[in-house]
């Protein structure tokens, strides 16, 4: 079946960088986007950016321009992100959610999240 | 503005009929996708594009929108409905990047 499997937890300590894994499965990972999505304790989601799943290319929030870097690796129908110079706030719920929509639709709709891993914990601590 | 705004929270009679809203001028150009989330569980898609319900979503969901207002409405809310609830879109600039409101928490009594 369609499905996406994250890690479950990564304790991280402030500065240092976190990798969080995203593994695909029952779809055709190229064929797609994967969104990373964030959710900070009692707070609600907050948009990353996107990779496409076939050629690697990607957007980031402006938020996290410059701190966070999105790959893939077709091979294993797996993304992952990578989150630098972590700092207390950066303790959250990272999830990686495949988007059911193709670029044609972006003039006119907004993503459609319909497949969501389980989410990573991260958690800053030192 | 490029944000989208959702009331904090509503509560509803169990069986009852109530209406979240999002506003935000990024919806006068695009579809608005809705999001329910429970404690402790990833997001899951309610309605998406033109008020379109994913398979095995209750037909107690439906979704409307005008100008810069988009709706959620569930009828005969269940006990099973009491959730948090995100709006998301894109923003207003064209650039593509996605946004969410903050979400409605909404308590079935």
């Known amino acids: 079946q369609v499905q996406i499997v994250q890690s479950g937890a990564e304790v991280s300590k402030p500065g240092a960088s976190v990798r969080v894994p995203c593994k695909a499965s029952g779809y055709s990972f190229t064929g797609s986007f994967i969104h990373w999505v964030r959710q900070a304790p009692g707070q609600g989601l907050e948009w990353m950016g996107w990779i496409n799943g076939g050629n690697g290319n990607t957007k980031y929030s402006q938020k996290f321009q410059g701190r966070v870097t999105f790959t893939r690796d077709t091979s294993a129908s797996a993304a992952y992100m990578e989150l630098s110079s972590l700092r207390s706030d950066d303790t959250a719920v990272y999830y990686c959610?495949?988007?059911?929509?193709?670029?044609?639709?972006?003039?006119?709709?907004?993503?459609?999240?319909?497949?969501w891993g389980q989410g990573t914990t991260v958690i800053v601590s030192s | 503005s490029s944000e989208l705004t959702q009331d904090p929270a509503v509560s509803v009679a169990l069986g009852q009929t109530v209406r979240i809203t999002c506003q935000g001028d990024s919806l006068t150009s695009y579809y608005v996708t809705w999001y329910q989330q429970k404690p402790g569980q990833a997001p899951v898609v309610v309605m998406y594009?033109?008020?379109n319900r994913p398979l095995g979503v209750s037909d107690r969901f439906s979704g409307s929108s005008s100008g810069k207002t988009a709706s959620l409405t569930i009828t005969g809310a269940q006990a099973e409905d009491e959730a948090d609830y995100y709006c998301s879109s894109r923003h207003s600039s064209g650039n593509h990047d996605v946004i969410f409101g903050a979400g409605t928490k909404v308590t079935v009594l």
């Open positions: 594009g033109r008020n």
């Open positions: 959610a495949r988007d059911a929509y193709q670029p044609t639709t972006w003039s006119y709709a907004a993503p459609k999240l319909d497949v």
